[in-house]
C-alpha cells in the first residue's frame, strides 16, 4: 500500500505569537517531525494557508478570522523544523483568491497549478495519514475530501493542532463514524 503524509497548515500564523495561535500546536509540529522521521521514504506533502492582505474571512470583511497567513510574511511559513522535509512540488498553497474561504487543501494548487488529488494520485497514493492545524476546520475538511476521493485516511492525533478544546474532542468521533481512522 502506497502511502503519503499531508501536514495541513503547520505554519507560523497558527503557531505561538501568530494571529491564529492554536492549542497543542507546537507539539503537533514536534510529533510530525518525529512521525515523519518514523516513516521514511514516503512522500510528505504540505498545506499551506495563504491569503491576500484583503481576504474575505478577516474580520475587515466580514469573516470569522483576524488577518493571518498573509502571503510574504512570516505567518505564512512553514515551521523551520519541517523545512528539511518540504520539497515546491509537494506544497500546496490554499485561500489565495480574496473572494473563497477554502479550509480544504483540495482547493489548494502547487506552484505548477496541480492540486493535492492530483499529485496524491500521481505518487500512487492509496493510504493518506493527515496530521496539522486546525482540527476543527483545515484538518477535518482535507481528510473528508481525501476519503471522498477514495483515499484511506489516517488522522495521526498527537499530531494535531486545534481553536477549541470542545470543537476538537467533538471532531474527531465525527470523523471516524464517517470513515476516517483516528490513531
Ligand atoms: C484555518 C482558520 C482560518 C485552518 C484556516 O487551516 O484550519 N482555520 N484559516
Ligand atoms: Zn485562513
Redesign the pocket.
Known amino acids: 500500500m502506497e502511502k503519503a503524509i499531508v501536514v495541513?497548515?503547520e505554519i507560523y500564523?497558527?503557531l505561538p505569537g501568530g494571529a491564529?495561535a492554536?492549542i497543542h500546536s507546537e507539539e503537533a509540529v514536534a510529533n510530525t517531525k518525529e512521525f515523519i522521521e518514523k516513516h521514511p521514504g514516503v512522500p510528505v506533502l504540505f498545506?499551506c494557508?495563504h491569503?491576500p492582505s484583503d481576504h474575505c474571512?478577516f474580520a475587515a470583511q466580514g469573516g470569522?478570522?483576524p488577518p493571518?497567513?498573509v502571503a510574504g510574511t512570516r505567518e505564512a511559513e512553514i515551521h523551520d523544523d519541517l523545512l528539511p522535509f518540504v520539497q515546491e512540488e509537494l506544497t500546496f498553497y490554499?485561500?489565495c483568491d480574496p473572494a473563497q474561504?477554502?479550509?480544504s487543501g483540495f482547493d489548494g494548487r502547487n506552484e505548477a497549478g496541480q492540486s493535492l488529488d492530483e499529485v496524491l494520485q500521481l505518487l500512487g497514493t492509496e493510504v493518506v495519514y493527515v496530521v496539522?492545524?486546525?482540527?476543527?476546520?483545515?484538518?477535518?475538511?482535507t481528510a473528508e475530501d481525501l476519503l471522498r476521493a477514495g483515499f484511506k485516511v489516517t488522522v495521526v492525533e498527537d499530531c494535531l493542532g486545534w481553536?477549541d478544546t470542545e470543537g476538537h474532542k467533538k471532531t474527531l468521533p465525527e470523523l471516524k463514524s464517517e470513515g476516517i481512522k483516528i490513531q
Open positions: 495541513v497548515d500564523g497558527f491564529l492554536c498545506i494557508d491569503h474571512s470569522p478570522w493571518h497567513c490554499k485561500g474561504e477554502q479550509y496539522g492545524i486546525a482540527t476543527e476546520y483545515c484538518v477535518r475538511n481553536v
